[in-house]
């Protein structure tokens, strides 16, 4: 399985918190920046976070989103706090080499409600 497994999406309302979880089981991420994507009903998929030797954020999450990554395991994680409805997306974990970003999950669902 050459995808990675995405879990921790759901369902919380405004306010509240969720963590995701991204393992690559037959790769390893030692040594490429890994990334959090997000796609809403009808708009184009956008950066969330990324992180190598220090994470970047999107303006939009930026002090509500820590990503954080455990090479061991192969595993990517992203801690969201105060989210907003604003946040309802599909979520999405990559790898990045060659400039690009490769290995893209099926996406976990997080809905947000006011």
């Known amino acids: 399985q050459l995808q990675p497994v995405e879990s921790g999406g759901g369902s919380v309302q405004a306010g509240g918190s969720l963590t995701l979880s991204c393992t690559y089981p037959?790769?390893?991420?030692?040594?490429?920046?890994m990334g959090w994507f997000r796609q809403a009903p009808g708009k184009e998929r956008e950066f969330v976070a990324s992180?190598?030797?220090?994470?970047t954020y999107a303006d939009s999450v930026k002090g509500r989103f820590t990503i954080s990554r455990n090479n061991n395991r192969n595993t990517i994680s992203l801690q969201m706090n105060h989210l907003d409805v604003d946040d309802t997306a599909v979520y999405y974990c990559a790898r990045e080499y060659g400039s690009a970003w490769h290995d893209w999950g099926q996406g976990t669902q997080v809905t947000v409600s006011s």
């Open positions: 037959h790769r390893t991420i030692t040594s490429v920046a």
């Open positions: 992180i190598s030797f220090r994470p």
